[in-house]
């Protein structure tokens, strides 16, 4: 007898079947599919809707998976933070800028933001909440801990690690999302979005980077 599938937890990696059906969610939501219903979705990805349920718990459970597994895909790499020094943290920033760069300027994300502020607005469900744990605030919070190491080597310093993760949030982002999203046809090329990275980080260097001592003048010891 074969087992049935287990409900996904927060921590969890999506199996490549259910992976399968979080994309058939995220091409229904770019078809236009704002009303999605797990019908829809059952159908598009071939399976019933007791394997939804089972895997997802509820519509909202389903939807909640959907924008954890499309910004999964935006992270700091990997860093050792007994070795971190200023080429790697300069690498993981920008790896981490152009990840997010491809992600806001994906059909999908354009799409999934598009109908999350709709319901946001309207009440029609809790998308907009669901995006905005699980996509804006959990990014936050797989930067932070390099943010963090980083002041601990003495490579950047600030205050608090929201405020500096939101700055450099916005030097990344500028306004490219809500110009996506009203519909501006901005060509997104890998050459564009790599040099926007690379100029997030050294601003964000320049705002938060730590100052070199001053170089000694003349008749100082």
């Known amino acids: 007898m074969t087992q049935a599938p287990q409900t996904i937890e927060p921590s969890d990696e999506p199996t490549p079947r259910q992976s399968e059906v979080l994309d058939a969610v995220l091409a229904l939501l770019v078809e236009g599919r704002d009303a999605l219903t797990m019908t829809a979705v059952a159908r598009r990805a071939s399976c019933s809707k007791e394997t939804l349920y089972k ?66 607005a309207s009440g029609k469900s809790n998308l907009g909440g669901i995006v905005l744990a699980n996509g804006r605030f959990a990014i936050g919070e797989r930067l932070k801990p390099l943010l963090e190491a980083a002041r601990a080597a003495g490579l950047i310093h600030f205050d608090e690690a929201e405020e500096a993760f939101r700055t450099f949030f916005g030097l990344v982002g500028r306004d490219v999302q809500i110009r996506l999203l009203l519909g501006d046809r901005l060509e997104m090329t ?30 100082q010891v």
Do not use: C, M
């Open 55 to 120: 895997w997802f718990g509820d519509r909202d459970g389903l939807l909640t998976a959907t924008v954890r597994w499309q910004a999964s895909q935006v992270r700091a790499g990997n860093f050792d933070r007994q070795r971190l020094d200023a080429a790697a943290l300069r690498e993981s920033l920008e790896r981490f800028a152009a990840n997010w760069l491809h992600v806001i300027s994906s059909r999908t994300s354009i799409a999934l933001n598009r109908v999350a502020v709709g319901h946001a």
């Open 190 to 219: 890998e050459a564009e979005i790599a040099r926007d990275a690379a100029r997030a980080t050294r601003q964000f260097f320049a705002l938060y980077g730590a100052k070199e001592a001053p170089a000694l003048t003349a008749g």
